[in-house]
C-alpha cells in the first residue's frame, strides 16, 4: 500500500454526487479538488507549470524534463500534486539528502538513506496564483512528512525575494547557499519535521 492511501489528509476530496432524476442520462465528473502524489506521467503538465513560472523571473528552471522524470521515477511519494477537475494547478517536488547542508550534488541526487527532504521546487500555473494555493500546498506536504517516520527536515535553497514566502510556511534561513546557478546566489533555509512526531501518533499515519 502506498503512503499516500495511508493518511486520511491527502486522500481525494470527491464532491457528493447530485442526485439524477430519471430519464437523465448519468455524466462523469472529476473530483473538484484532489492532492495527490505525482507520477512520471504527470512530468510534461508539471515541466510547462515550471517554465512558466521560472524562466521569465530567474532565466532557467529549478528542474529540467529529464530531471523531474529522474525524480518521479526515483522519489514519487516525496512529491506533491495539486489537481482541479482533473488539471494540475500547483505541486512540489522532492528528494532525500543526507547532510547538514545542501550542496551542488543535491540537484540531481536522491539519497535514500537520508533523514532530509531536499525541496527542489514548489510552482503554481499562472492563472491560479494570489490565490493562497503555494502556502496551501506546502502546509499540506508539511504535514505530509510529518506522517514519513524516516524524515527528521525538510530543507530549500531559494532567492532572496522569496524568503519572506517560506518564512511565513515555517522554514528558517541557515545563511548564503553553497549552490550556485550561473550568476543567481541562494539562502538554504529549513524546516524542522520530527518535531512533530506527536502527529504521527495521533494521525492515523
Not at 48 to 63: M, N, Q, T, W, Y
Not at 90 to 113: C, M, V, Y
Not at 122 to 151: D, E, N
Not at 157 to 183: N, Q, R, W
Request: one cysteine or more; a positive charge; aromatic letters at 10%.
Amino acid at each position: 500500500m502506498s503512503v499516500i492511501s495511508a493518511l486520511p489528509f491527502l486522500k481525494p476530496i470527491h464532491l457528493k454526487p447530485p442526485r439524477i432524476s430519471p430519464g437523465r442520462q448519468r455524466r462523469h465528473t472529476l473530483p473538484a479538488s484532489e492532492f495527490r502524489c505525482l507520477t512520471p506521467e504527470d512530468a510534461i503538465s508539471v515541466f510547462e507549470i515550471e517554465r512558466e513560472a521560472f524562466i521569465s523571473v530567474s532565466g532557467d528552471c529549478p528542474l529540467h524534463l529529464d530531471e523531474i522524470r529522474h525524480f518521479l521515477n526515483l522519489c514519487p511519494e516525496l512529491s506533491l500534486g495539486w489537481f482541479e477537475e482533473g488539471r494540475l494547478v500547483a505541486f512540489i517536488i522532492g528528494s532525500l539528502w543526507d547532510q547538514e547542508r545542501l550542496s551542488q550534488d543535491a540537484l540531481t541526487l536522491h539519497k535514500p538513506h537520508g533523514s532530509t527532504v531536499h525541496i527542489h521546487v514548489l510552482a503554481v500555473h499562472r492563472t491560479f496564483r494570489q490565490q493562497g494555493k503555494g502556502s496551501i500546498l506546502m502546509w499540506r506536504y508539511l504535514q505530509y512528512l510529518c506522517c514519513l517516520p524516516y524524515v527528521r527536515r525538510a530543507t530549500l535553497m531559494c532567492e532572496d525575494f522569496l524568503v519572506p514566502f517560506y518564512s511565513k510556511c515555517g522554514f528558517k534561513a541557515l545563511g548564503p547557499c553553497e549552490i550556485t546557478v550561473g550568476s543567481l546566489t541562494f539562502i538554504e533555509m529549513d524546516h524542522a519535521v520530527r518535531g512533530h512526531a506527536f502527529m504521527r501518533r495521533n494521525s492515523g499515519c
